[in-house]
């Protein structure tokens, strides 16, 4: 079945204390995305990668890494969590980013206390 | 930067009722997209639009592609209680591979 998914789902951390979100979807796609959701303002980019090892900021990068050493996964890395990056989060996957329906995960909810 | 903006950003509408959303920019977009997201889950595509004018239907929905470029809207026929969600727009960056999202429309079906 195609699918993007996303480990954790929840996670409830403290200030500081370095995060991994995993994403990872088996439909062979170049571009792929992380994004943030807070209520009333939508979608929010925050980095993308339109393949392996091409990596590029979105929107709201900052306190955010990512990396892309293989196709298929697309990992989060919050350095030294904070309370403003409590959110709920979403990997995205398609072949191209202009034309192409984009995939989504299930999304991690995340708080950091 | 590119944005979009969508209206109305929640509505409370009666089951049977028929839905209108748009989404309007200052700036052209070549490509627009209608997502839905189901309360706990990711968005997932409803129609996608390729060219000014053009008119999409899936099922009872139906999206145009507006003639300057700067807008599109979407509309819901003889609403469902799946219908409930929050639907947004999006479209692909001019400089860049982003792809620019609305903060979304609410949709809310009253008991």
């Known amino acids: 079945e195609a699918q993007v998914t996303q480990n954790p789902r929840y996670l409830i951390t403290v200030t500081g204390k370095k995060l991994t979100v995993t994403c990872s979807q088996n439909?062979?796609?170049?571009?792929m995305s992380w994004y943030r959701q807070d209520p009333g303002l939508g979608l929010r980019q925050i980095y993308y990668?339109?393949?392996?090892?091409?990596?590029d900021k979105g929107d709201v990068p900052e306190g955010y890494k990512v990396s892309r050493k293989e196709k298929r996964n697309f990992p989060l890395i919050l350095e030294s969590p904070s309370p403003n990056q409590t959110s709920l989060y979403f990997c995205?996957?398609?072949?191209?980013?202009?034309?192409?329906?984009?995939?989504f995960g299930p999304g991690t909810r995340l708080t950091v206390l | 930067g590119q944005q979009l903006n969508q209206s109305p950003q929640s509505m409370f509408i009666q089951e049977g009722e028929d839905v209108s959303m748009n989404c309007t920019s200052s700036s052209i977009f070549n490509t627009w997209l209608w997502y839905k997201q189901d309360p706990g889950e990711g968005p997932v595509l409803l129609i996608a639009l390729y060219k000014a004018g053009e008119l999409t239907s899936n099922g009872r929905l139906t999206a145009q592609f507006g003639i300057t470029r700067k807008d599109s809207f979407l509309n819901i026929s003889a609403s469902i209680p799946s219908d409930v969600g929050i639907y947004f727009c999006a479209g692909p960056a001019d400089s860049n591979y982003q792809l620019i999202w609305g903060a979304g429309t609410k949709l809310i079906i009253k008991p």
């Open positions: 995205a996957s398609s072949l191209s980013p202009r034309t192409d329906t984009q995939y």
């Open positions: 439909m062979n796609h170049e571009y």
């Open positions: 990668s339109m393949n392996v090892e091409v990596t």
